[in-house]
């Protein structure tokens, strides 16, 4: 474990000298910051928690973050030849992916914490009020979606050939979990079930995911995206933390929202995993 | 026990066979040269040393310990200065160097390792500003960590100025001394003909021959001659020079003696080159010019790797 903790600690030291990821980082925190601006003011009044509406937007943009921060992480090691240096001192494979992803994973914590806090001071001069649940809801569920996309990321550079395919794969895996999950995989899910059950089921599916009278299964097939994950889960975390820290209760339905963050947590483990498991089998040219 | 000992080991990327049936053992102590032109294999095989290239067949021992089963053990003995490295541009040679002693848990401390290799001044710089050379001589300070049993280096007089080079030579020597079995491939035949006990020539994939320096000399013309261009060649210089130990043959090329020429002196041992010249000037003529044919490891090279099928694929 030495190892890793050796090759994390310089890769952040590294990381923090990177112009690209306080460039993001900065990015990021102005769109957040720009979409709970432009909000309406009814609406604002309106919502039941207005830093868990606020930070709806992250959904967005900690994606592009993370990528920016992990598509090269392994890739990029094997195609400057830095992986040389560092596989040359005592370490593995599997400790270089290890201590790559604890350091991605650190410095995405660091930018999502600064980013809400920015967020949350402009909430609270808007609205004159912070809870605190929900305060901490918010940072858990972002460390949680940011550690799902660096996950990502991070896998598909330990498996991937060249830096472009990295790239390729990662934007192509935003896509398909961002605008087309919507627009396209899951209007086919459900034509796909009426094919199966021979019933016309109404399911709205314009702008935003309703999650009001949709059968069962699609609220499951729905969350597998993180984007889809992370926004069901940003009520279903609080009420989690408040029936636990002050007591309440939740309207939300246990089974899908659970699974929601079981897939948000799978998608940060599973494909650094089955990074390691490619990485170790493949020619270090 | 071997410090490396590789039986058998191939390895074929999609159709083209980058190594053949390689069968080397480098001896625990000895420092070992491993020469061959680009292209010969010589990267691939020392991939496969380090574990970032796995052998088609064949088996791989270092210190007693399999690379792939066990890279960690490997490398925790073992000092590395890859080619084609990289290091972090943002970060100071000293920064890379604690970074080191970090992986291999040692007590060293990173100025005392940056001064052997004369990057002392250099210590905080960002690596991104270095030199080639500079990275170099910071490569093999990291490969220096830890007092390895095994140096492994993989050209690493490439990017060196003759400064580096010496420095490269002393710390070659030195670790030898100290006990520390040194790996090095180069195509500079004269750094592995300055330092190595044994050589290995490998050409198109295979291994030609593993031998002395000296054995692999006497194999080809172990002399080496010295020509110098005269004002006058004086008649007795024959005869002044033949009196000398260890000069072979004397010609002397000159349109009529007394006019000016060339005397070419075929030495056995070069070391008698000096005292040959002084004799030729003693006889009254002025050397214009020194030229010296030695047989080197170049030659020697050349004549190992030159295959009568060149450019035709085998």
């Not at chain 1, 604002?44 to 994606?63: H, K, M, N, R």
């Not at chain 2, 300070?141 to 830890?146: E, K, P, Q, S, Y």
């Not at chain 2, 000016?260 to 005292?275: E, F, L, N, Q």
Request: aromatic share 6%; hydrophobic share 45%; with cysteine.
């Amino acid at each position: 474990m030495n190892s890793v903790a050796a090759i994390a600690r310089t890769d952040i030291a590294d990381a923090i000298h990177s112009r690209t990821l306080w460039g993001t980082t900065g990015l990021m925190t102005a769109l957040v910051a720009i979409s709970w601006l432009s909000l309406s003011t009814e609406l604002v009044e309106q919502v039941d928690t207005p830093l868990l509406t606020a930070i709806d937007s992250f959904g967005l943009w900690v994606p592009l973050v993370a990528i920016v921060l992990g598509y090269e992480a392994v890739i990029g090691e094997r195609e400057s030849g830095r992986i040389r240096f560092l596989l040359g001192l005592p370490s593995t494979r599997r400790e270089l992916i290890i201590g790559k992803y604890l350091s991605r994973v650190s410095v995405l914590v660091t930018a999502l914490v600064a980013s809400l806090g920015v967020l949350a001071v402009l909430v609270f001069v808007r609205v004159d009020e912070i809870p605190l649940v929900p305060l901490l809801s918010a940072v858990i569920l972002l460390v949680l979606y940011g550690l799902a996309w660096i996950g990502m990321a991070v896998g598909v550079s330990s498996i991937v050939s060249s830096k472009t395919r990295a790239v390729a794969v990662v934007v192509g895996l935003y896509a398909l979990f961002g605008p087309l999950w919507g627009q396209i995989v899951l209007p086919a899910c459900v034509r796909f079930g009426e094919l199966v059950t021979g019933t016309t089921q109404s399911i709205n599916l314009t702008g935003r995911l309703t999650y009001a009278d949709e059968p069962t299964w699609f609220l499951y097939v729905a969350r597998l995206s993180p984007l889809e994950a992370f926004d069901a889960a940003r009520y279903y975390i609080r009420d989690l933390l408040e029936i636990a820290l002050v007591g309440g209760q939740t309207t939300a339905a246990h089974g899908p929202n659970l699974f929601g963050l079981a897939v948000l947590l799978c998608w940060a483990i599973a494909p650094v995993a089955l990074g390691v498991w490619f990485f170790d089998r493949v020619d270090l040219e | 026990m071997a410090a490396i000992e590789t039986n058998g080991v191939s390895k074929r990327f999609d159709e083209t066979h980058a190594v053949r049936d390689i069968d080397l053992t480098v001896e625990s102590g000895e420092v070992f040269g491993f020469l061959g032109p680009n292209g010969a294999g010589k990267s691939t095989t020392i991939n496969m040393l380090l574990d970032f290239v796995r052998p088609t067949t064949g088996a791989i021992s270092i210190l007693g310990v399999d690379p792939q089963e066990q890279p960690r053990v490997v490398r925790r003995r073992t000092g590395v200065l890859p080619e084609g490295y990289a290091f972090y541009d943002r970060l100071s040679g000293r920064r890379h160097v604690e970074l080191a002693i970090d992986m291999y848990e040692s007590d060293d401390d990173p100025v005392d390792i940056l001064a052997r290799v004369g990057l002392t001044g250099d210590e905080e710089t960002a690596v991104g500003t270095y030199s080639k050379g500079m990275r170099q001589r910071l490569a093999l300070g990291i490969a220096l960590v830890d007092d390895p049993d095994l140096l492994i280096l993989d050209e690493p007089s490439s990017g060196l100025d003759p400064n580096g080079i010496r420095t490269l030579r002393e710390i070659v020597r030195e670790e030898a001394d100290h006990g520390t079995t040194v790996f090095l491939s180069s195509h500079v035949l004269d750094q592995v003909e300055a330092v190595c006990d044994r050589v290995a020539i490998m050409n198109d994939g295979t291994l030609l021959t593993v031998d002395t320096v000296d054995g692999l000399r006497e194999t080809l013309d172990p002399n080496s001659t010295l020509i110098l261009s005269v004002d006058t060649v004086p008649e007795s210089v024959s005869q002044r020079l033949a009196e000398l130990d260890r000069v072979d043959t004397v010609a002397v090329d000159a349109a009529s003696t007394g006019r000016g020429g060339t005397i070419s002196i075929t030495c056995t041992d070069s070391g008698v080159k000096s005292a040959a010249i002084g004799r030729v000037e003693d006889a009254g003529a002025t050397v214009t010019d020194i030229d010296v044919e030695d047989s080197s490891l170049e030659e020697l090279f050349a004549a190992y790797t030159a295959s009568p099928s060149d450019g035709e694929p085998r």
